[in-house]
Each structure stands twice: as structure tokens, then as C-alpha cells.
């Protein structure tokens, strides 16, 4: 049995809605959003989806990175030495999902830029889908799933 | 990379030992069913009232007894069935009974894949993962506390009088009040535990809240 659950009920081709009590949100599709790599020599690379992101198959030498969203946004990474995203998602055990952020964690010359992508967007937050919050860190990220640039 | 498959499991058993399978129920933990295309399985909290108790080790689907508001300080809700709508059921998870007390390996969590960061219990209003209002989450005048207490257990047992001012507790209640289940940001192929209580204060208004448990992380 898969056990992976659908993120929310009645997800369309564009976006999905969740309505609380008194709050409504409205997500990306995490099916129809992905990232698409360049590298140096002119090739695309084109990641899957939320789900199964297909980081792992990106090699060292990116020459860019853009983020697709579902909504139509195309977000572009500055150029760093390297990058590493993650995907931030609440699961409830009502079997509900929710996909909050796209953490793309880049590389600099001696600290670590987090550049956010909101995925999400309701009547409380200020911040919408595409929007982009940059933060800086000094804490090191061990990973091997770090991908460096061209 | 592809998302972790998470296994939401509890104890069934009064043994209080570790969850030695790798996701979905294994011995004494079963796991909590949870499904957008049917009804999932829900937390039930309950007992204390005329009859003082639900039956165990399971009970017929949809048994509920009243609970007490106590006249000073606050009462723990005595007993967590989880109900089971694919089974038509109600178990009873025994080492969440009589809290606070020392039980550590009652509620867990198994991460089939890898996490690149700690796993976060969260209480929310509803799915929308964005308010805390329900009475049973803001608090009351006099007790300002979500009712849920919850300790994280993977590390070591909790304190027999513990709540959530205790270390490595919380009163659970949205995204600045939420529990690290790990303390550490990786998890991999492991399993985490906590254990937790609803605590009635003594000026708790009549409600009929259902709010939702969600656990947040991130992966690659």
C-alpha cells in the first residue's frame, strides 16, 4: 500500500484550497512544482514534483536553478557555489498535508543564504506563494546532497 | 530524494518497550491509520466522569464517558483511546492512563527515509496549520496553557509528576509551542517517542474542540 497521503482534499490542476474554521488556504500543487537545473554545457535537468524532488539525480556543475510552481511563478536562484533544498510539509494524522517552503540553502563564501520560497498563501500571513524570504546562517549543513556550481 | 514515509504508531501493550519494527504496526504498537480517502483514525480522550472509565484493552467504536472540570488546579484526563474506523474499534493505549507518570515508549513516530531536520508535534486549530484559538489551545483567564501536555521520551523517560513546564516538554499549541521529538536535526530509518495528557483547569468553559496533531519537517 502506498502510504503517502494526498496533501489536501479536492487538489485541482493549478492549486489546492484548505478551508478551517475560520482561516482558508490556498497551497501550490505539489504535483505540477519542481525545480529545473542548467548546466554549464546547456543541458536542463527537470526535478519531479514535491513529492519525489529527484535532487539526488542532479550533478555537481549547476550553471543555474530555478524553481517552477504550479501557479505559474519561476523563481531563480542567484548564483552561488553550491545548493542544497529542502522542502518544509506538516503532515496531520487526519491525512491531511501541507507543503509551507521550498529552503533552498546556498553556498556563499563563508556563510550559508536560505532563500525561502513560500509555498502557501491565507488571510493571516503577509507573505504569498512565490515570495522569497532570505536569511543568512553560520551553521554548517553536513550533507551529501549538496550540488556546487559551475 | 523523495519524501520519508512517516508511521504515526502507539502502544497497545502495558510493556513499556521500544518499537522494534520499520514502519506500519510490529508487536506490541500498532500505528494509527491515517487516509485522506476515508476516516482516519482519531485521538479520544476520556474518563472520569460517573462511570470513572472506558473498558479496556478496547472498547466498541464511539464509547465516550465524561470527564471532570475539578474546582481547583487542573485534572488529567485519565485515559486516550485511539478509535479505529477500519477496524470499528476503540484501543486502548495503557501507558497514556493515570498521567502524569513515568512511561516512556507510549506514542511514537517512525521515519521511513531521511529528515533534514528535527520532527516538530504541533497542535493546530485545523488543518489550515495557521490558528491556535480553540479554548482547548489558547488556555482559559487563569490557566493561559493548552491543555495537551506533551514530553518528548526518545532520549529517556519523562518525570513522574512532569507537564508542560517540565525539560523537553511543551503545552502544546501551534508553531512557538510545539515539541522537538528528536532534539537533533537528522532522522533516519529511527524511530521517536513522546507521551502526552489533556489537563482539564479548573475554569475550562464547556467545549467541544477537535483539534488536529500535526508534525512538521523538512526533507530533501
Redesign the interface.
Known amino acids: 500500500m502506498d502510504k503517502r497521503i494526498k496533501p489536501i482534499k479536492n487538489l485541482d490542476a493549478v492549486d489546492g484550497t484548505v478551508y478551517g474554521k475560520t482561516n482558508k488556504v490556498n497551497m501550490v500543487n505539489p504535483y505540477k512544482s519542481y525545480f529545473i537545473v542548467q548546466y554549464n554545457d546547456g543541458t536542463i535537468q527537470k526535478g519531479n514534483n514535491l513529492f519525489d524532488t529527484g535532487w539526488g539525480k542532479v550533478k555537481d556543475g549547476v550553471l543555474s536553478l530555478k524553481y517552477k510552481l504550479s501557479t505559474g511563478h519561476l523563481i531563480s536562484i542567484p548564483k552561488m557555489s553550491g545548493y542544497l533544498p529542502t522542502i518544509e510539509v506538516s503532515e496531520s494524522i487526519e491525512g491531511f498535508k501541507l507543503f509551507h517552503a521550498i529552503h533552498v540553502n546556498c553556498m556563499a563564501h563563508d556563510k550559508i543564504l536560505k532563500y525561502k520560497i513560500i509555498l502557501k498563501e491565507d488571510n493571516i500571513s503577509r507573505y504569498k506563494i512565490g515570495d522569497i524570504i532570505v536569511s543568512e546562517s553560520n551553521k554548517g549543513i553536513e550533507s551529501s546532497q549538496w550540488k556546487m556550481s559551475a | 530524494?523523495?519524501?520519508p514515509?512517516?508511521?504515526?504508531i502507539y502502544n497497545f501493550s502495558e510493556t513499556d518497550s521500544a518499537y522494534a519494527g520499520s514502519?506500519g504496526p510490529s508487536g506490541d504498537w500498532k500505528e494509527?491509520n491515517?487516509?485522506?480517502?476515508g476516516t482516519?483514525?482519531?485521538?479520544v480522550y476520556t474518563g472520569g466522569g460517573i462511570h470513572q472509565s472506558v473498558e479496556t484493552p478496547t472498547a466498541v467504536y464511539g464509547r465516550r464517558e465524561a470527564t471532570i472540570r475539578p474546582v481547583v488546579g487542573t485534572y488529567p484526563v485519565p485515559q486516550i483511546y485511539i478509535e479505529s474506523t477500519i477496524d470499528n474499534i476503540m484501543y486502548h493505549v495503557p501507558l497514556a492512563s493515570g498521567q502524569p507518570n513515568t512511561n516512556r515508549y507510549v506514542f511514537g513516530v517512525y521515519v521511513d527515509g531521511l529528515i533534514?531536520?528535527d520532527l516538530y508535534l504541533?497542535m493546530w486549530?485545523?488543518?489550515?496549520?495557521?490558528?491556535t484559538?480553540l479554548p482547548t489551545l489558547s488556555g482559559t483567564v487563569n490557566y493561559p496553557n493548552s491543555i495537551f501536555n506533551a514530553v518528548r521520551t526518545t532520549d529517556s523517560a519523562p518525570g513522574s509528576s512532569w507537564n508542560g513546564d517540565s525539560s523537553n516538554a511543551v503545552y502544546l499549541a501551534g508553531y512557538e509551542n510545539r515539541l522537538r521529538l528528536k532534539g537533533v536535526d537528522t532522522i533516519q530509518n529511527e524511530a521517536v517517542y513522546y507521551s502526552m495528557y489533556a489537563a482539564i483547569p479548573w475554569d475550562l468553559v464547556f467545549t467541544h474542540d477537535q483539534p488536529?496533531?500535526?508534525?512538521?519537517?523538512?526533507?530533501?
Not at chain 2, 5 to 8: M, Q, Y
Not at chain 2, 34 to 37: D, H, Q, R, W
Open positions: 530524494m523523495a519524501e514515509i512517516l508511521s504515526f514502519g494509527i491515517v487516509t485522506s480517502s482516519p483514525d482519531i485521538k533534514t531536520s504541533e486549530d485545523d488543518n489550515t496549520f495557521s490558528t484559538d488536529i496533531e500535526g508534525y512538521r519537517y523538512l526533507y530533501i
